[in-house]
């Protein structure tokens, strides 16, 4: 018997340790801080996808969270992520909830950032009615002290008024702007803003002189956009000599911007990269501990039944069959989270893969811009469809190599027009490339369909040609 009780209280010690490594998840308000301040810092260490899933899990918490600036910070930051990733849809859900929150709270200054994100967010979509509304509410919101934040948001109604074509109001609200806020004019979009007044209003000479001056202020994609207008001036002007000058400066700065935006990528490349061995060593570490506590815990089972053996009679042997089985079961408990981390892992280096393969084209658009001709015609050279490709291969290795393989009737025109499917390249482009009616390259993708294969007539051409940027 004092076996049996020794036992006992060593599986009531061991029992009481498991338990208490289980955290409690009942404060709803706690669990949405503690995952908010999670994704803020995945945010912090540029790893925006991982800030995603955690802030949506936050979101699920934050139903039961009754702390409403803590809601409010949330689905900023999941708007904003949303923002990134171009899903208006869902951006515009978040940025409602803002607002409902802000309104609850009473709070003006949050009402006012709220409608802000909203009108930006209808700028994109083209709903230039909409924008206007929420902007000017935005700006009847705003504290009268935040100079900098009311002459942003007239500069914001300067652009929807520009995009709607009505001079007299962008007009307005751009010199408005400039008076709340005489530092506003250091900012690029205001020189932006000015420039395409200036253009809208016919005064070229003084645009001219603007433009000159805002080239060596302003940042490189701001010079790209002034030059761009400029040299479309200085073509409906017939002044060709200038508008080749301007072109030449326009190349340069693109190629400029090409290098830029491809060494930001693959720094990104190598920090996310990083983040996964560090997460992948992490979760090694994690199962290496488990296995060595379940190693104790067997040891410890073991011990326990050899003591039991030998005080407790054949109904103490099937309680320690009972133990075994349970131990068992723990084990393959274990072996299934070791599994499920291993998917995870595999799920994320896919999903990793694709946003590479999204940000093709944006890598690739400068290529196919710089060689458009006065008719907006793309012609590309030799050299371009090699660069194509190859940039191609490099972010999807073996891409055109299992494509030819696979399908040894392409030709070189094919392989090169699968290319630029699997950019998503979008038609308007595409028809620039090959000279033809945006409607026909729908055509031109059936005849690429058929060429493939007939089995994939079900399915995209997109769609089918992803299996071979996997």
Request: charged residues 25%.
């Amino acid at each position: 018997m004092k076996y049996l009780v020794i036992c006992i209280a060593l599986l009531f010690i061991s029992c009481q340790g498991r338990n208490t490594d289980s955290p409690s998840e009942n404060d709803s308000t706690a669990m949405t801080q503690l995952l908010l301040e999670r994704g803020q810092t995945l945010l912090h260490h540029q790893n925006p996808d991982s800030a995603l899933m955690v802030l949506l899990n936050a979101a699920d918490y934050s139903k039961g969270c009754k702390d409403r600036h803590t809601r409010f910070d949330l689905f900023t930051c999941i708007s904003q992520l949303y923002e990134e990733k171009n899903l208006s849809q869902l951006q515009q859900q978040y940025q409602q909830w803002m607002l409902e929150e802000a309104h609850a709270l009473g709070d003006t200054r949050m009402e006012s950032e709220a409608h802000g994100r909203m009108a930006a967010t209808h700028i994109v979509l083209g709903e230039l009615d909409a924008a206007a509304t929420e902007a000017r509410t935005a700006y009847r919101l705003a504290r009268t002290d935040t100079l900098d934040y009311r002459s942003q948001t007239l500069l914001m109604l300067c652009q929807i008024y520009l995009q709607a074509e009505n001079t007299d109001s962008a007009s307005f609200f751009l010199h408005e702007a400039e008076r709340i806020d005489p530092n506003v004019q250091q900012t690029d979009l205001y020189r932006l803003s000015l420039a395409y007044v200036l253009a809208a209003e016919g005064k070229v000479s003084t645009l001219e002189s603007r433009i000159h001056d805002d080239m060596e202020k302003s940042g490189i994609h701001t010079r790209a956009e002034l030059v761009r207008l400029q040299m479309q001036l200085h073509e409906d002007a017939a002044r060709w000599r200038d508008a080749y000058d301007d072109s030449q400066v326009l190349l340069q700065l693109t190629d400029s911007i090409s290098a830029q935006e491809t060494s930001e990528s693959m720094a990104r490349i190598h920090a996310l990269q990083h983040e996964q061995q560090m997460e992948l060593q992490a979760e090694r570490q994690q199962t290496a501990l488990a296995t060595e506590r379940a190693r104790h815990y067997l040891i410890v089972i073991f011990v326990l039944l050899l003591l039991l053996a030998a005080s407790i009679t054949a109904l103490l042997y099937r309680r320690r069959a009972k133990l075994a089985h349970a131990k068992e079961l723990e084990a393959m408990m274990l072996a299934e989270q070791v599994q499920e981390g291993a998917e995870l892992v595999k799920a994320e280096n896919i999903q990793l893969q694709k946003r590479y393969y999204e940000h093709l084209y944006a890598i690739i658009l400068p290529i196919l811009n710089a060689r458009r001709n006065k008719s907006g015609h793309i012609d590309l050279e030799e050299a371009s469809w090699a660069l194509i490709e190859r940039n191609t291969d490099m972010v999807l290795p073996g891409f055109t190599t299992k494509l030819r393989r696979q399908h040894d009737s392409l030709t070189e025109e094919d392989i090169r027009f699968c290319c630029l499917i699997v950019m998503r390249v979008p038609n308007a482009i595409l028809a620039d490339v090959y000279g033809i009616a945006p409607s026909s390259v729908a055509m031109r993708k059936q005849r690429m369909k058929r060429k493939l294969n007939d089995i994939i007539q079900n399915q995209t051409l997109e769609n089918y040609l992803n299996q071979y940027a996997l």
